[in-house]
């Protein structure tokens, strides 16, 4: 539904009926700063619990100078780096809030992101007794370095969402555009032929898409690279408008 039939109490945000009201408290605070324009807020479509291809963030923020996956932590375990890669490859920039009786769990968070996660940073807090909210600074692919781990990363039919069409992978000239990446010290944006990859194209920025030679790289050759740490990820999946 929409921000502004959402309640001005707690209990009407409560989507699971083991969520604590430390969780659940910042994302009202954080709908209230919206209405009143007082910062921290966004200019763009609040999205509370709402499904981003296959994960629910807690709030995501569509539209505005950037979309934001925003993420409250209050004591329970996160898978912090799954999550801060899939958010990133949606095209989000992350944010990491955490509770302030819960700093034990922003070192986790710490030292989930780490070495990727340059410094200096700033993770996000609130106290709901102090009525503080802060977000902190966001996870981007200028802070954040995202080394391509396996072949899944160039399988369309394996990335996040794909399966049920959520994804929404654009493609171009017949592939999937799977977004920029350093290959081997060489920007290039790779497309994949086929859902399951086996097929790929290398175009390098700038460039039509119809200039990148089909076949190449050859997978062996992608798997070796990845293999050597040759690959990172520079910018997020592109999709269909």
Not at 76 to 84: E, I, L, V, Y
Not at 92 to 104: A, C, I, P, Q
Not at 199 to 206: K, L
Request: some cysteine; glycine content about 8%.
């Amino acid at each position: 539904m929409s921000t502004d039939d959402f309640p001005d109490d707690i209990d009407g945000f409560r989507t699971a009926g083991k969520e604590s009201r430390a969780h659940l408290w910042p994302k009202l605070e954080l709908e209230r700063r919206r209405r009143a324009q007082t910062e921290p807020f966004f200019h763009g479509e609040y999205r509370f619990e709402r499904t981003v291809a296959d994960r629910v963030p807690d709030c995501a923020v569509i539209g505005g100078d950037v979309n934001r996956w925003i993420e409250f932590v209050a004591g329970s375990d996160q898978p912090f780096r799954a999550k801060t890669r899939e958010a990133l490859r949606l095209g989000f920039v992350v944010h990491w809030v955490f509770h302030t009786e819960h700093r034990d769990r922003m070192r986790d968070a710490c030292e989930a992101l780490t070495p990727e996660l340059q410094a200096p940073f700033r993770f996000g807090e609130y106290d709901p007794v102090a009525e503080t909210l802060s977000l902190g600074d966001p996870v981007t692919f200028k802070n954040y370095a995202f080394p391509v781990e396996s072949m899944t990363e160039f399988e369309p039919r394996e990335l996040l969402g794909y399966r049920r069409g959520a994804a929404r992978i654009a493609q171009r000239d017949g592939a999937y555009d799977l977004g920029m990446f350093d290959v081997a010290g060489c920007q290039r944006r790779i497309l994949a032929e086929y859902p399951q990859g086996a097929y790929f194209r290398c175009v390098a920025p700038g460039r039509p898409v119809e200039t990148g030679t089909f076949g190449f790289p050859t997978e062996d050759g992608l798997v070796r690279l990845v293999e050597d740490g040759q690959v990172t990820r520079l910018g997020p999946v592109q999709y269909r408008q």
